[in-house]
Each structure stands twice: as C-alpha cells, then as structure tokens.
C-alpha cells in the first residue's frame, strides 16, 4: 500500500507561510500584555475508524498518545465528536482553547474528520479575524488537512518515502496561530511499536516536549471557558474509557461514538 506524504515544494510556500509558525516572528497587538489562561483545555478532533477495526469499538477514536502530549504540557483535553450539527464545533470553539487535528488516513473531503476539521478552522478562523485567540495544530494528516482547507485543493502527491526519520524544516507564519507538522511529535515519548523507526533519544524526546509546551502555551493565550464547573468536568476526555492493544503494536486508544452527549 503506498504512504503519502507532502512534498515541499514552491507551490506550497503560500500555504507554509500561512501555517507552520513561530509566534515570537509576529508583532500582533493582541498578544501584548495579556492575562494568560493556566487551565487551558484543547480539543481534538476523533478521526474515523478504519474499516478493519472490530466495527463495535466506535466509529471515531481518538489515540491516547495525543492527550498525554497535551496532558504532559499542562492542558486537559476534551474530545470533538464527529458527525455533529454545525453549532456544536461553534460551541466548542468558544468553550476551548485551541484544537488539535490529527494524523490518519481519512479522506479530507468525504470524511467524518474532514467534515469537523473544516466546521472547527472555519469558527477559529472568524475569531481570530475579530482577534479572539484561538490556536490550531495539526499533525500528519491533520497538516494535510489544514493545507486542504487554506489552498482549497489536495495538493497530496505520491512519494516512495516511508518510516524514516529526517532533518526538519521550519517555516513562520505570520497571520493567525495555526500550526502543522507533518511528522509526528508525540511519537518518540509515547509510541512503542517495534515495526516503526521511531527516534526515542533524548534529543527526539525534547524535540516533541517543545512542540507541546509551545501550543499549550500559546492555548494559555485564549481566555475561552466552558459555561460552568460540570459541564467542563463531564466534556472531559477522561469520561471515556482507554483501550489498550495487548498485539504487540502497544497502542493505546479512545473510542469516540458520534452519538455520545
């Protein structure tokens, strides 16, 4: 099966610009002499199930690696449900303080993901025009997603490069704080299977403990709220039970039913 990756190449510098980041390269007002938020909750978004997955876990997960990553900086995070009316990601927007997108392999345009990714850019993208604080990452697929979304077209090419491990390229942006990596930064702390040439030194581990401390940080910059103490508690992803995977892959996942409430 081929893995897809992006290309760097000068058609994407415009989306680039837009997305990977570094806020100490803007000079924004808003941010100036701020009250910072140090109970910061992030969403992330449940990505579909794939089809060869037991069909009774769920139609969305959500893997644990990505809430110990957020969790590990200092945010608690609730999960975003796929398949939901457009107020509910309006709502959510407003209720957090920032999103993470994740990596998969979902189709962009047709999946439950792609439908929520693009309802929850769209709402931060207006608050952050009325210079309302809101954050987005994304990771992998979730890069690819937001490239989606700015460009308005797949730019996805094929490549033949898969499961390696390669220098880094940082571009800034300068207009919103949405980010994407289309490595994966939670992997060297957090994922163990032995079939991927994952980079566990010291070196990969602080790499991914920046990545993290920097979005939650810049999260801490948003001063959304949930309307009260039990609605925060109850959204929480800890409501939901963690399934381990004893195959040797040492996966660990939540399973998101777009029905839950």
């Given at each position: 099966m081929k893995i897809y990756y992006w290309k760097l190449f000068f058609s994407l510098c415009y989306v680039l610009v837009s997305l990977v980041a570094g806020s100490w390269f803007r000079d924004d007002k808003r941010r100036q002499n701020q009250t910072l938020?140090?109970?910061?909750?992030?969403?992330?978004?449940?990505?579909?199930?794939?089809?060869?997955?037991?069909?009774?876990?769920?139609?969305?997960?959500?893997s644990a690696n990505y809430v110990k990553y957020l969790e590990q900086a200092g945010a608690r995070v609730v999960p975003i449900r796929g398949g939901q009316p457009e107020e509910y990601y309006s709502r959510m927007v407003n209720w957090t303080n920032g999103a993470l997108i994740p990596g998969g392999a979902a189709n962009v345009a047709t999946s439950l993901i792609g439908r929520s990714a693009r309802l929850m850019y769209d709402a931060a993208l207006k608050l952050n025009k009325e210079q309302d604080y809101y954050?987005?990452?994304?990771?992998?697929?979730?890069?690819?997603?937001?490239?989606?979304?700015?460009?308005?077209?797949?730019?996805?090419?094929?490549?033949?490069?898969?499961?390696?491990?390669?220098?880094?390229?940082?571009?800034?942006?300068?207009?919103?704080?949405?980010?994407?990596?289309?490595?994966?930064?939670?992997k060297p702390s957090f994922n163990w299977n032995p079939s991927y040439s994952i980079n566990?030194?010291?070196?990969?581990?602080?790499?991914?403990?920046?990545?993290?401390?920097?979005?939650?940080?810049?999260?801490?910059?948003?001063?959304?709220?949930?309307?009260?103490?039990?609605?925060?508690?109850?959204?929480?992803?800890?409501?939901?039970?963690?399934?381990?995977?004893?195959?040797?892959?040492?996966?660990?996942?939540?399973?998101?039913?777009?029905?839950?409430?």
């Open positions: 938020n140090d109970r910061p909750i992030i969403g992330i978004l449940a990505t579909d199930t794939p089809s060869d997955w037991d069909a009774a876990t769920g139609k969305t997960y959500i954050p987005l990452w994304g990771t992998c697929w979730g890069f690819q997603m937001l490239c989606y979304l700015i460009q308005g077209e797949n730019l996805l090419q094929p490549t033949d490069s898969a499961n390696v491990s390669w220098p880094l390229i940082f571009t800034p942006g300068k207009n919103f704080p949405f980010y994407g990596v289309q490595w994966h930064p939670e566990h030194g010291l070196d990969a581990i602080r790499v991914g403990q920046y990545m993290a401390n920097f979005f939650v940080n810049e999260a801490r910059k948003s001063s959304h709220r949930f309307p009260s103490l039990q609605s925060e508690a109850t959204s929480l992803i800890d409501n939901y039970k963690r399934t381990y995977f004893s195959d040797g892959t040492f996966e660990e996942v939540y399973y998101i039913d777009p029905k839950d409430s």
